[in-house]
Nanobody, 127 residues
């Protein structure tokens, strides 16, 4: 098992879109949990979205609900985070994280429960 690898970050104008990818080869896409967190300069790490494989549901932070969509390609052990209507407040380093078992709902939004972290990809929303 290796750490997940993110890609797709960049600079975008407010109102624009980006799609982030996270590849996690060797991890349990059948029964695990994968999530995205983000951290802006001078701010605490923030939960963005989590998915529990095997029909366990997808859970979004209120701040991104309706604008961000998580999807997956099981054949590639990859998840995608489609981010639309981006706002300046979305500027952060985005991290893909994995836990190889299904986390309970109360644990999804806390980064300490995830075992594998990617290096992060920078998203900057600016005019």
């Amino acid at each position: 098992q290796v750490h997940p690898v993110e890609s797709g970050g960049g600079l975008v104008h407010p109102g624009g879109s980006l799609r982030l990818s996270c590849q996690a080869p060797g991890h349990n896409f059948n029964g695990g949990t994968m999530a995205w967190f983000r951290q802006a300069p001078g701010k605490e790490r923030e939960f963005v979205v989590a998915i529990r494989w095997g029909g366990g549901g997808t859970y979004y932070a209120d701040s991104v609900k309706g604008r961000f969509t998580l999807s997956r390609d099981n054949t590639k052990n990859t998840v995608y985070l489609q981010m639309n209507r981006l706002e300046r407040e979305d500027t952060a380093v985005y991290y893909c994280v994995v836990h190889n078992r299904r986390l309970i709902l109360s644990a999804l939004r806390n980064g300490i429960h995830y075992d594998y972290w990617g290096q992060g990809t920078q998203v900057t929303v600016s005019s």
